[in-house]
């Protein structure tokens, strides 16, 4: 397969991997050609330029700031995206040949973008749906409901799923989800794409560094939180948690990242003069993998007002590592639905405050962590190893295909 994937966030080898990464490498282990073009941020390069990384070719176009931004430098960057990566596909790429194009989602406005490399390579399009934009700022109260923003990108969103060959959707709620509140769109246009990454070898114990380096101690309870810190992520639970344990010894928390509402949880531990809360920006990829192996538990937190089905790929990590799972999320995720079949930790509503403070009492106590941990990796192994996703690029490609000898 010869493969286009147009992303909007693919680090450098050097800034770690995610599972976009994880997917590309993988694609091109098993024997495909993949080229990179990347959006990239203009506080990281000043330049368009095109590098070998990771054993393909990665383009890189400058479009402007995206992550960690303000809303506003958010949106402009959102609707120049397309224009821009035109123009740097053409003046790269365009003599390239493809088999279709691989693509993401949020943004959504990138359906212009995708419908026009579609017709200059001359072949079809998957989506891997991430998100569901734009009810979830509408579930956030970021866009008022049937506003002027809503309906602009309600004909982005509708766009973009009527331009795209596939969409692989992350879990069954996911594409239930999409097929309700889309009428148009037939069910054979939508198949589960779960995320998956790359699965390391299980470590042996090792030297408590991290707890030593940040006073951590030996015998309490890590509680890690780890990724982005923007609203969806319900920040304002966290803060009320480790404000609840700040006189608790037996506990700690750790939070690395970055984020727009990263700031409640640094004002909340200095306010509150906390010193069982750390808060680390972003880190190597080998000291964040140290992280993981030190910590007790992974936290993954979802504000309770959504009703799109989210599905943080944050808990595969969790469980590579094996490290049991607390997850307090909305009710519409179904989430729910892994941990409790995973049997790899506990689940609460995150509308529920009370409920999240006793779990973590519960867990900080429980002699199965490492039992729930054992459970998430062998799940993991199974059923959201990066094989899965590699043949079902194969599958499409094979089909489209026969389609087009059937013709």
Not at 307 to 322: G, Q, V
């Amino acid at each position: 397969m010869r493969i286009l994937y147009i992303a909007t966030s693919f680090p450098t080898p050097d800034k770690g991997s995610t599972i976009y990464t994880d997917l590309a490498e993988a694609l091109y282990n098993s024997g495909h050609e993949i080229t990179v073009a990347v959006a990239e941020q203009s506080k990281n390069i000043r330049r368009t330029i095109m590098n070998i990384e990771r054993g393909f070719k990665v383009l890189r176009i400058v479009t402007g700031n995206y992550y960690d931004v303000g809303l506003l430098e958010k949106g402009f960057t959102t609707l120049r995206i397309p224009s821009i990566m035109k123009k740097g596909i053409t003046k790269y790429l365009i003599n390239n040949k493809f088999d279709f194009i691989l693509y993401e989602a949020p943004p959504v406005t990138n359906a212009n973008l995708v419908i026009w490399a579609k017709k200059k390579f001359g072949c079809t399009s998957y989506l891997m749906l991430k998100d569901i934009f734009p009810q979830n700022a509408v579930d956030l109260g970021i866009f008022k409901k049937n506003g002027l923003l809503h309906k602009f990108f309600l004909r982005k969103e509708k766009r973009l799923y009527d331009s795209t060959n596939i969409i692989g959707c992350m879990s069954d709620a996911n594409r239930k989800y999409i097929l309700e509140h889309n009428k148009s769109i037939k069910a054979e246009k939508l198949e589960i794409f779960p995320n998956t990454k790359k699965i390391s070898k299980l470590y042996s114990k090792e030297k408590l560094i991290i707890r030593e380096k940040y006073s951590i101690p030996k015998e309490a309870c890590v509680f890690l939180f780890g990724g982005n810190m923007g609203k969806p992520q319900y920040i304002d639970l966290l803060c009320k948690a480790i404000n609840y344990f700040r006189t608790d010894n037996k506990v700690f928390f750790l939070f690395v990242g970055r984020g727009t509402e990263r700031h409640k949880i640094e004002k909340t531990i200095i306010s509150k003069e906390i010193k069982n809360a750390i808060l680390i920006e972003n880190l190597h990829r080998d000291e964040f993998e140290q992280i993981i192996k030190e910590c007790d538990i992974g936290l993954i937190i979802l504000d309770p007002r959504f009703t799109i089905p989210n599905y943080p790929s944050r808990i595969l990590t969790y469980m590579e590592y094996a490290k049991p799972v607390l997850a307090a999320t909305d009710k519409a995720t179904d989430l729910k639905n892994l941990v409790e079949e995973s049997k790899c930790g506990e689940w609460v509503w995150s509308g529920d405050e009370n409920a999240f403070i006793e779990k973590i009492k519960e867990m900080s106590k429980n002699k199965f962590l490492v039992k729930m941990g054992e459970n998430g990796r062998k799940y993991i192994e199974k059923n959201f190893n990066l094989s899965i996703s590699v043949k079902l690029l194969e599958k499409y490609y094979n089909d489209e295909k026969m389609m087009k000898r059937g013709k």
